[in-house]
């Protein structure tokens, strides 16, 4: 991970999609994530949509 983070010419851009994979890959085994961008959290939108876990925002109201 480490090496394909150093390769990349976009380093967000390929944190986005290694964290995406990894929550794809893991989400059989899990009953949900905790991502702690420390910094980027302006990206976490990008990592739900990659990874197919968002819903639309309607569906959110009154839940938290």
């Known amino acids: 991970l480490i ?3 150093d390769a990349a ?4 851009k390929k944190a986005v999609e290694i ?4 929550i794809r890959a ?7 994530f ?3 961008p420390i910094g ?4 976490i ?3 739900l ?3 197919g876990l968002t819903k639309p925002v309607s569906s959110m109201r009154g839940r938290f």
Do not use: F
């Open 34 to 36: 905790h991502i702690m």
């Open 40 to 43: 980027w959290g302006d990206l």
């Open 3 to 5: 090496q394909e983070v």
């Open 9 to 12: 010419s976009d380093k967000r």
């Open 26 to 32: 893991l989400r059989p085994m899990a009953q949900g």
């Open 45 to 47: 939108p990008e990592i």
């Open 19 to 22: 964290t995406a994979r990894l």
């Open 49 to 51: 949509e990659a990874a």
